[in-house]
Each structure stands twice: as C-alpha cells, then as structure tokens.
C-alpha cells in the first residue's frame, strides 16, 4: 500500500483536470436524448477533452478502445461505446477521465434518457445511489478511516434494497488513474487507512437493483447482471479534507 499524498500545486492542477470533466459532463448532458448512439456521445467527450489540451483517461487504458464507459441498463461497468442508439427511458451511466497536466480526473454519473417521468423507478434507483456516493463523500474527512467511507455508501443501499456489487471499488488517483488505496463500497466502518489531507480518491459506488451477480461478455470488457435488473454508477473524485471529499468532478 503507497498513498501518495498531493502537494498545494498537485491538487490545484486535480482540481482543473476536474473542472474539464465537468464541462465534458454537461456537454454530454445536453446531447443525452433518445436517438444518439453511444459512439456519438463518445466523439463529443473526446472533442471537448481535447479542446482543452487535456487526454480521454481510459482511451488505450489496457487497451479500452473508448474515451467513455457507457453502461445501458443491465450493463454494470466498462461498457464500450457502441452503435446502439439510446431510447426514451433508459438508464444510462456514463463513467469519464482526464488526464491533465499529468495528473487524472475520474468521475461518472447516471440520468434517465427522455427525464425522470420516462421511467420514476429508474430514477428512484439513481437518485439512491447518488445519495450513497454522497454519503461516502461526506465521510471522506481527515481521521476517518476507508471503511467508513465503505460503511457510508452500504448503508443507504442496503436501507433502500438495492445491492453493491462487491467486486468494484473506488481508488486512489494522481499521476495514475487507480493508485492506492482500494475503497470498498462496504464497511465495516472503522477500519482501513487512515484518512488525512491531500489523500485524492474516487468514491464511486456500483449498484444493482436486483441480486449484485456480474458477469462480463465476450467483448471481454462488458459487464452485465447475471439477472437482468439494472445497474447504476455515480463517481465522484476530490482531496480528503477535515469536512469531507472536496469535489474536484
Ligand atoms: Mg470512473
Ligand atoms: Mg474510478
């Protein structure tokens, strides 16, 4: 285990390397409607990255061909922007890097293509696990430990009904896209590394609303639930302060 603390000009570029995440986010957010493919919503965050002399993170990640993960429905984690166009309905996550300056931003979020009404279930269900990356950002703070952030995050999606899949976990990031530490979606709280300033993670909760089983497809990237339910990824990345994850993206 090699934490790697972040000096004031380490974070201040995080920080902008978040800032671009968050301008891609909205471009994407704007374009998300029934009838774009994947692989245009694809384009368009590599255009805005690049825009800003900043790089698609995952683009060539262990050979990932896309600047996004885009995650439809049953789909849990690392699902390669494809053809298929998004209908009215859908719950679509969308997991994104920058590399900026040397240093990673790494963050994702979920929506209902069409707006909540198309499917209110759905919408229960991300709002939920947004809830609980929050949580887990609110326990960030410096003295805490990771599994409190773990802890956090469980509790509000056991509380709701909903189950973590157990095989992912948040990271470290900096100069590399997953340093230490690893950052369960589980407690128990109270244990793991302790947690001080200028430690920079991604607290990324992954969640099915049906048993939590996964399994990955023959594009061998793809993961799915093995029942069919739906999954949802929410992930924000920030520096540990004594008030929690200050939120770079
Ligand atoms: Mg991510
Ligand atoms: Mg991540």
Same mark, same amino acid.
């Given at each position: 285990?090699?934490?790697?603390?972040?000096?004031?000009?380490?974070?201040?570029?995080?920080?902008?390397?978040?800032?671009?995440?968050?301008?891609?986010?909205?471009?994407?957010?704007?374009?998300?409607?029934?009838?774009?493919?994947?692989?245009?919503?694809?384009?368009?965050?590599? &255009?805005?990255?690049?825009?800003?002399?900043?790089?698609?993170?995952?683009?060539?990640?262990?050979?990932?061909?896309?600047?996004?993960?885009?995650?439809?429905?049953?789909?849990?984690?690392?699902?390669?922007? /494809?053809?298929?166009?998004?209908?009215?309905?859908?719950? %679509?996550?969308?997991?994104? =890097?920058?590399?900026?300056?040397?240093?990673?931003?790494?963050?994702?979020?979920?929506?209902?293509?069409? =707006? /909540?009404? &198309?499917?209110?279930?759905?919408?229960?269900?991300?709002?939920? *696990?947004?809830?609980?990356?929050?949580?887990?950002?609110?326990?960030?703070?410096? #003295?805490?430990?990771?599994? /409190?952030?773990?802890?956090?995050?469980?509790?509000?999606?056991?509380?709701?009904?909903?189950?973590?899949?157990?095989?992912?976990?948040?990271?470290? %990031?900096?100069?590399? %896209?997953?340093?230490?530490?690893?950052?369960?979606?589980?407690?128990? #709280?109270?244990?793991?590394?302790?947690?001080?300033?200028?430690?920079?993670?991604?607290?990324?909760?992954?969640?099915?609303?049906?048993?939590?089983?996964?399994?990955? %497809?023959?594009?061998?990237?793809? *993961?799915?639930?093995? /029942?069919?339910?739906?999954?949802?990824?929410?992930?924000?990345?920030?520096?540990?302060?004594?008030?929690?994850?200050?939120?770079?993206?």
């Amino acid at each position: 285990m090699k934490i790697i603390i972040k000096n004031t000009e380490e974070l201040e570029i995080m920080r902008k390397a978040g800032e671009i995440l968050r301008t891609t986010q909205e471009e994407l957010k704007a374009q998300i409607k029934a009838g774009i493919s994947l692989l245009e919503l694809d384009a368009l965050a590599e &255009k805005t990255i690049r825009k800003f002399k900043a790089e698609p993170s995952f683009k060539g990640y262990k050979g990932f061909p896309g600047t996004l993960c885009t995650m439809l429905n049953s789909e849990v984690v690392h699902g390669i922007p /494809d053809e298929r166009k998004i209908k009215e309905g859908d719950l %679509l996550s969308v997991d994104c =890097g920058v590399k900026f300056n040397g240093f990673h931003a790494d963050a994702a979020f979920s929506v209902i293509v069409g =707006g /909540d009404e &198309k499917n209110p279930a759905r919408a229960e269900f991300s709002n939920i *696990v947004r809830e609980a990356l929050l949580a887990g950002c609110r326990a960030a703070k410096v #003295g805490n430990r990771t599994g /409190d952030i773990g802890s956090a995050i469980e509790k509000v999606i056991v509380k709701n009904g909903y189950s973590i899949c157990r095989e992912y976990t948040g990271h470290g %990031l900096g100069r590399e %896209l997953h340093e230490d530490p690893h950052l369960f979606n589980y407690g128990p #709280g109270g244990q793991g590394e302790r947690l001080v300033a200028g430690m920079t993670l991604a607290i990324e909760p992954i969640v099915a609303s049906g048993s939590g089983k996964v399994k990955t %497809l023959s594009d061998g990237w793809t *993961v799915v639930t093995v /029942d069919g339910r739906d999954a949802c990824q929410w992930e924000h990345c920030g520096v540990v302060t004594v008030n929690g994850l200050e939120i770079f993206a």
